[in-house]
Nanobody, 117 residues
Framework: VQLQASGGGSVQAGGSLKLSCATS?????VFWASRKAWYRQAPGKQ?????????????NYQDSVKGRFTISRDNAKKRVYLQMNSLEPEDTAVYYC?????????WGRGTLVTVSS
């Protein structure tokens, strides 16, 4: 199983980006039942949870991104998305997608998001 995140880039404050995480090698039913999440790690800081989506569609967001970020999934494509609006310089970080199944935790390589003021 591999996860590949994409969609990062450089934007000005107030802009938007949509991150995408493609999974390969994962059975659809396993993807469907998994917990999906996005984490980020800013320079000099620990990795932190940004948003998560449970198998029964419940979402949870870090307080600082509530109302600005939206996590979603496309089960048919086995993809996880993170729509990021009203970006702030504090959102600058490497973003990682995570898929947690009953048996394992999968991580993708990060994608860098840089927000300039």
């Amino acid at each position: 199983v591999q996860l590949q995140a994409s969609g990062g880039g450089s934007v000005q404050a107030g802009g938007s980006l949509k991150l995408s995480c493609a999974t390969s090698g994962m059975i659809l039913s396993v993807f469907w039942a998994s917990r999906k999440a996005w984490y980020r790690q800013a320079p000099g800081k620990q990795r932190e949870l940004v948003a998560e989506l449970s198998s029964d569609e419940n979402t949870n967001y870090q307080d600082s991104v509530k109302g600005r970020f939206t996590i979603s999934r496309d089960n048919a494509k086995k993809r996880v998305y993170l729509q990021m609006n009203s970006l702030e310089p504090e959102d600058t970080a490497v973003y990682y997608c995570n898929v947690e199944t009953d048996s394992r935790d999968y991580w993708g390589r990060g994608t860098l998001v840089t927000v300039s003021s």
